[in-house]
């Protein structure tokens, strides 16, 4: 029990800790960060031209998983990145469509701006 | 070459001309139009509307900085007529266009003894509250107008800010938590029972697997349980994120209804 407690307080706490971090401009280790980010950003550009392009089966939601994933690592830092497209990977299933809405072209619209920016109010109230 | 007045040395710059470039939608032409006719025909009643109307345009150009440096004209002259009050009215529209919602409050508080903005803004102000999600302000702002003002708005508004105050919330700490101890609990705990069930076959899957692999395939195993760990760690914060679009979500909601249902809203009263 006392393990369950301390797992979730550490795991919890990481969140936070990973939520908390600025974008990669601004952070301290602002080099390693972006190395970390550029990486990423050349292996999933590689899956959209190498792989992704290949499969007839195309993303239902959009942006794609691939390209929601290559926008969080762009705009905010890696390990954040790295959950967000971890989790749009998993809620890319048969229930996404209860609980996005669609676009013309019938896909499921589910921008990273939800998630970055969801507690920040809209500027614009029309 | 023509010169400033026009083909012949006639004036172009008539409300007329104006008026019809401001219905084509060409607003910003619109906005020249009304203020060279202001300029031209200086100091009477016809130049306060001319402004009026030239802070009208760039308003739809949503040129907000621009339309309240012009609508300043109308109430600078000293005037304290039903122009003026509009106009007034239309500068804290324009702080609350630009999201200056403290600024849109002070504006109205200081208006509090005009007379002929008083009440719209006290409205204005409410709406300021309501947006930025200070109900129990918005509620008694609203209270404090006559329930019958603006087309039964602010009776109908009371109601809403009332519903406002008890949306159901959820509490990214405790999503974030649950998800740690169960994963996909928090994603239920905000109803998404079918990521919830993804996210825990998933997790459960990759690290039941590197565990049963463990003694057969250890670099299989750790594979696995490095994969487990990502997944579980993206469980986390999709349920912490997912909790706070939760949030966001109702109070958009809330007020998409308010904007849809109210019969009047703050940028339909002085729509000259």
Redesign the interface.
């Known amino acids: 029990m006392r393990l ?1 407690i301390i ?3 550490t ?2 706490s ?3 800790a ?2 908390s971090l600025e974008t990669p401009d601004t952070l301290v280790s602002a080099r390693k960060a972006n190395t970390l980010s550029v990486c990423a950003s050349i292996l999933l550009k590689g899956y959209k031209k190498g792989i992704s392009n290949l499969e007839t089966h195309e993303c239902p939601m959009t942006p794609s998983c691939s390209e929601f994933a290559l926008e969080a690592f762009r705009r905010t830092n890696p390990l ?1 990145a ?6 749009r ?3 890319d ?4 469509k ?2 996005y809405p669609k676009n013309e072209k019938g896909k499921l619209v589910d921008p990273l701006d ?2 970055i920016k ?2 920040k ?6 | 070459m023509l010169n400033a007045a026009g083909p012949g040395g006639l004036s172009s710059a008539t409300p007329g001309f104006a008026e019809k470039l401001d219905s084509l939608g060409e607003y910003d032409r619109a906005a020249v139009e009304y203020l060279r006719f202001a300029y031209e025909n200086p100091g009477g009643e016809k130049a306060r509307w001319a402004f009026f109307r030239a802070g009208r345009s760039l308003e739809r150009a949503n040129k907000f900085e621009q339309a309240a440096a012009v609508y300043n004209e109308v109430t600078s002259s000293g005037v304290a007529d039903s122009l003026a009050g509009a106009a007034c009215y239309r500068i804290a529209l324009t702080y609350f266009s630009r999201g200056r919602l403290n600024d849109v409050i002070a504006y109205a508080d200081d208006a509090r003894f005009d007379t002929t903005c008083a009440d719209p803004l006290n409205y204005l102000a409410a709406w300021a509250y309501f947006f930025g999600r200070d109900y129990p302000a918005a509620e008694s702002t609203f209270f404090l107008l006559e329930p019958e003002s603006f087309d039964s708005s602010a009776g109908f508004m009371v109601t809403v800010s009332e519903k406002g105050q008890y949306l159901p919330r959820r509490s990214p700490f405790l999503a974030a938590s649950m998800s740690a101890l169960l994963p996909g609990a928090g994603k239920a705990y905000c109803g998404r029972w079918g990521d919830a069930l993804v996210n825990l076959v998933a997790v459960a899957g990759m690290l039941g697997g590197a565990y049963a692999l463990w003694e057969d395939d250890r670099s299989f195993a750790v594979g696995l349980a490095i994969s487990g760990g990502i997944f579980y760690g993206g469980n986390i914060y999709g349920s912490y994120v997912g909790a706070r679009w939760f949030n966001e979500e109702k109070h958009r909601e809330l007020y998409r209804y308010a904007r849809e249902r109210v019969p009047k809203r703050p940028e339909e009263l002085y729509d000259y």
Do not use: E, G, Q, W
Request: glycine share 0%; net charge positive.
């Open positions: 369950i797992i979730t307080i795991c919890s990481i969140v936070f990973v939520d954040k790295l959950f967000l497209a971890v989790d990977l998993t809620r299933n048969s229930f996404a209860y609980y939800r998630y969801c507690d109010k809209p500027r614009r109230y029309y």
